[in-house]
């Protein structure tokens, strides 16, 4: 198991040199995630390589236009393809009204169901929770409703220690070795010790995606030592008043929240469309936080043992 962000576009605003609006692919254990759904998400899914029948699960972080501007199409061309089975879609508060009344003024009925939640505002919720992974969402500080989520997965179990098994299992041994217990004779001596016949459980990973969001201490408490963060990084530190008024966090603060999280490594985007090379950017986040890259579309980071 393990995690990979691919990213499909990492601007703020407006398109830039050749940058586009915000949008990921996460797949856990052979299921896909999109995150956000900018205008041109479509184009982009084409060009690296997505497909858009595999995606189950649609997360929108909040109702500004380059976070959600291509998510009437996306859901248009899945129904235009002969898509049938269902999609959830999890999103701000508003969302499902956005929806209905594109439809209605459409005469449109998708082929498919739409299972559509709206996550509340300033508390953390379990949106999703699968057999491998759950995500929650995080509770971001922005000038409108806003959410990051938290992909996290669940502890591995036991694996076998082949090396040492030459008999078979049945069903109920293999269950209970993995489970950590030893399996016993009916007589009550041991037939197989836990310790000698499995190894410890693969890593298991998470990985923190935190949106448009002002700089804010709270946000350490919801993503504390997660093996990848992805954070906004809008302005430099030059720009620190108009981040704040903004609500936007600048580079070195992104790398601040990074060390103040003790996470494993760092991926910035979101920037503006005022920066033409990003180098300059990505030296101030490394400056505060040095394992940080940034979301450059096409990228794709790897969270596996
Ligand atoms: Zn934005
Ligand atoms: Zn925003």
Redesign the pocket.
Same mark, same amino acid.
Request: net charge negative; aromatic share 0%.
């Given at each position: 198991m393990g995690i990979s962000v691919k990213i499909l576009g990492s601007s703020?605003?407006s398109f830039a040199y050749n940058r586009h609006h915000?949008s990921q692919i996460i797949e856990v254990d052979n299921k896909h995630f999109m995150i956000d759904c900018g205008e041109s998400t479509q184009l982009q899914a084409k060009k690296y390589h997505v497909k858009l029948s595999k995606i189950n699960h649609i997360l929108i972080s909040h109702l =500004?236009g380059? =976070?959600y501007y291509g998510l009437i199409g996306l859901l248009s061309t899945m129904h235009l393809y002969g898509r049938k089975h269902p999609l959830s879609l999890i999103g701000p508060p508003g969302l499902s009204e956005i929806i209905t009344i594109q439809l209605k003024h459409s005469r449109t009925v998708f082929n498919f169901p739409i299972e559509l939640t709206e996550w509340k505002e300033d508390v953390q919720e379990l949106l999703i929770d699968l057999p491998k992974l759950t995500i929650k969402s995080i509770p971001m500080k922005h000038s409108i409703p806003c959410a990051g989520f938290l992909f996290e997965e669940k502890p591995n179990l036991r694996r076998l220690n082949k090396t040492h098994l030459n008999e078979t299992l049945n069903p109920s041994e293999i269950k209970q070795l993995k489970a950590g217990i030893d399996v016993i004779h009916e007589d009550g001596s041991i037939k197989y010790l836990n310790q000698k016949f499995t190894l410890p459980p693969r890593k298991h990973h998470s990985y923190a995606f935190c949106s448009?969001t002002k700089y804010h201490k709270d946000l350490v408490k919801w993503i504390k030592g997660v093996d990848l963060l992805y954070h906004e990084a809008t302005f430099m530190e030059d720009m620190k008043e108009r981040a704040s008024l903004t609500y936007h966090t600048t580079a070195a603060q992104a790398g601040q929240m990074a060390t103040a999280a003790e996470v494993g490594k760092l991926i910035v985007g979101?920037f503006s469309t005022r920066y033409k090379d990003l180098n300059p950017l990505l030296k101030e986040v490394q400056a505060e936080f040095e394992n940080a890259r940034l979301a450059l579309e096409g990228y794709i980071f790897e969270l596996n043992e």
């Open positions: 703020a605003a915000t =500004h380059d =976070h448009d979101h």
